[in-house]
């Protein structure tokens, strides 16, 4: 079974820094690509980030670019979103996803 477990979330005001983190499970984790989404309220879900099975190759957002840096540790089966320069619309609960499979969320709030 396909585990997926969101941390590192919480509220930070405007210009600041967060790291999320997604620990997998039930799955041979350094063999498939992952993927971060949000939801802000009352919006659907928005593709952030992507990175490939190896680490070697990310994508991301127009609205997150130059700000979030996706990256994964395949030997403690983790993937990481290190976000800067956070911003009021940047506040979301955010996932981790192995295609349509996704974890439970961390909500991210940015505010003053």
């Known amino acids: 079974e396909v585990q997926l477990v969101e941390s590192g979330g919480g509220l930070v005001q405007p210009g600041g820094s967060l790291r999320l983190s997604c620990a997998a499970s039930?799955?041979?984790?350094?063999?498939?690509?992952m993927t971060w989404v949000r939801q802000a309220p009352g919006k659907g879900l928005e593709w952030v980030s992507s990175i490939n099975a190896g680490g070697s190759v990310t994508n991301y957002a127009a609205s997150v670019k130059g700000r979030f840096a996706v990256s994964r540790d395949n030997a403690k089966n983790t993937l990481h979103l290190q976000m800067n320069s956070l911003k009021p619309e940047d506040t979301a609960v955010y996932y981790c996803?192995?295609?349509?499979?996704r974890g439970q969320g961390t909500q991210v709030t940015v505010s003053s």
């Open positions: 996803a192995k295609g349509i499979e």
């Open positions: 039930g799955f041979a984790f350094g063999s498939y690509a």
